[in-house]
């Protein structure tokens, strides 16, 4: 078994407790040159490959960060303009309905004109007596009126358009 693994076999052990000093692992090294040498090279040896690892580590670390970088100013982007576009059909459909609740006011005011002068058409079609002064005033007032709603309905159609 060669010195590293038997250094990991005496952690797992608890020979060797956390913040151990290097003095106390240099203590149990074998007590031979041969052997000495031979775990400095293997130690030296797991430096290197560390190193090694290393290397590929930081350019992985850096590529990752622009990467997700990347991703996250897209990400915002796409947000900003999912943004603007919900707010532009937000005022596109409160311009809908402000046309059709004007369409939907000029018809009233169409038809209620329109309701009001076929009863004045009838007035004027079928003999009757003469009309009490009371019965002109509410004839012109509700045709009056209707003139009145039709040219609203009207004069906001026009400005929405």
Request: net charge negative.
């Given at each position: 078994?060669?010195?590293?693994?038997?250094?990991?076999?005496?952690?797992?052990?608890?020979?060797?407790?956390?913040?151990?000093?290097?003095?106390?692992?240099?203590?149990?090294?074998?007590?031979?040159?041969?052997?000495?040498?031979?775990?400095?090279?293997?130690?030296?040896?797991?430096?290197?490959?560390?190193?090694?690892?290393?290397?590929?580590?930081?350019?992985?670390?850096?590529?990752?960060?622009?990467?997700?970088?990347?991703?996250?100013?897209?990400?915002?982007?796409?947000?900003?303009?999912?943004?603007?576009?919900?707010?532009?059909?937000?005022?596109?459909?409160k311009g809908e309905l402000a046309v059709?609740?004007?369409?939907?006011?000029?018809?009233?005011?169409?038809?209620?004109?329109?309701?009001?002068?076929?009863?004045?058409?009838?007035?004027?079609?079928?003999?009757?007596?003469?009309?009490?002064?009371?019965?002109?005033?509410?004839?012109?007032?509700?045709?009056?009126?209707?003139?009145?709603?039709l040219g609203f309905g009207l004069l906001?159609?026009?400005?929405?358009?």
């Amino acid at each position: 078994m060669n010195a590293p693994a038997q250094r990991r076999e005496a952690q797992l052990a608890g020979e060797s407790p956390a913040g151990a000093s290097v003095l106390d692992g240099l203590q149990r090294w074998p007590s031979s040159n041969e052997l000495r040498e031979a775990a400095i090279a293997d130690l030296v040896s797991d430096v290197w490959n560390l190193m090694e690892a290393l290397k590929h580590v930081a350019p992985a670390i850096h590529e990752t960060d622009e990467r997700l970088t990347a991703t996250l100013v897209a990400a915002r982007d796409t947000t900003d303009r999912l943004a603007e576009i919900v707010g532009h059909s937000e005022a596109a459909f409160k311009g809908e309905l402000a046309v059709r609740a004007s369409r939907l006011a000029r018809r009233e005011a169409v038809d209620a004109l329109q309701a009001e002068l076929t009863k004045l058409q009838q007035l004027i079609t079928f003999p009757r007596p003469a009309p009490t002064p009371w019965r002109t005033i509410l004839l012109t007032a509700a045709l009056s009126s209707g003139l009145s709603i039709l040219g609203f309905g009207l004069l906001s159609a026009a400005l929405h358009h």
